[in-house]
């Protein structure tokens, strides 16, 4: 059997080999990756103590240990607003990096959603503003200031044009509000006019002039 007849022979069978041996490869190299991943994604961390720190200061710490947070709202307004009650995972247990975790914070404050005055009298404002939807009660928005400015051609007097903050805004009742208000136009001097006075002037002077005509 020559060179050529053997090449012809085993040549096919070589390709073949060599297929397989990049499909394993690739295979793999494919397998080691993907344990790879998923045994960086199942790190181990630290659960920290986070009870009576407030949520934004441990916001970015536990960014870092990837832990997925849900926060749950609990009122109570002898404690500081924000800070953190409780937690649904005990401090210092390890646990695996992605876990979610339960937060409960303090909403010490009333919360508010700043209304919409825009448009409405100064005295409607302040009524509204007097009675604003906390969860199930009503507070009350205090003013922090008015200004008032002179009103545009198709601007109503004594009305609120603009607001701060700004309606929508999710804030605590304890935020002031402060109002833009167009002015009352300024009453003139009424002119005098001796219209209304006329009547007396000329019934004052017949009763002078009848009076002296009896006299005589």
């Known amino acids: 059997m020559n060179q050529e007849q053997i090449r012809e022979k085993y040549l096919p069978i070589g390709g073949y080999v060599l297929f397989l041996a990049v499909g394993l490869l690739l295979f793999f190299s494919a ?6 991943v998923r045994t960086k994604s199942t790190a181990k961390v630290i659960v920290p103590d986070l009870i009576g720190k407030s949520y934004p200061e441990v916001h970015n710490e536990l960014g870092r240990l990837q832990l997925k947070v849900r926060l749950e709202n609990k009122r109570y307004p002898d404690k500081t607003d924000g800070i953190i009650l409780y937690q649904s995972i005990r401090p ?18 009333d919360r508010v959603i700043v209304p919409d005055v825009r448009g409405q009298s100064i005295d409607s404002a302040k009524a509204n503003l007097q009675k604003v939807l906390s969860e199930e009660t009503y507070v ?11 009103p545009q051609a198709d601007q109503l007097p004594n009305t609120v044009i603009d607001q701060i903050p700004e309606p929508g805004k999710n804030t605590s009742a ?4 402060f109002l833009l208000v167009t002015k009352v136009p300024s009453k003139t001097k009424e ?5 209304s006075f006329q009547g007396c002037i000329f019934s004052t002077r017949s009763k002078k002039f ?3 005509r009896n006299q005589k």
Not at 92 to 109: C, D, F, H, P, Q
Not at 140 to 150: D, K, S
Not at 174 to 177: D, N, P
């Open 31 to 36: 397998a080691f990756l993907v344990v790879f």
């Open 92 to 109: 210092g247990r390890e646990i695996e990096a992605g876990s979610k975790i339960v937060l409960t914070v303090n909403t010490g404050l």
């Open 140 to 150: 009350e928005m205090q003013i922090g200031g008015i200004t008032y400015i002179e």
């Open 174 to 177: 304890r935020e002031k509000v």
């Open 191 to 195: 002119e005098f006019s001796p219209t």
């Open 210 to 212: 009848n009076s002296f």
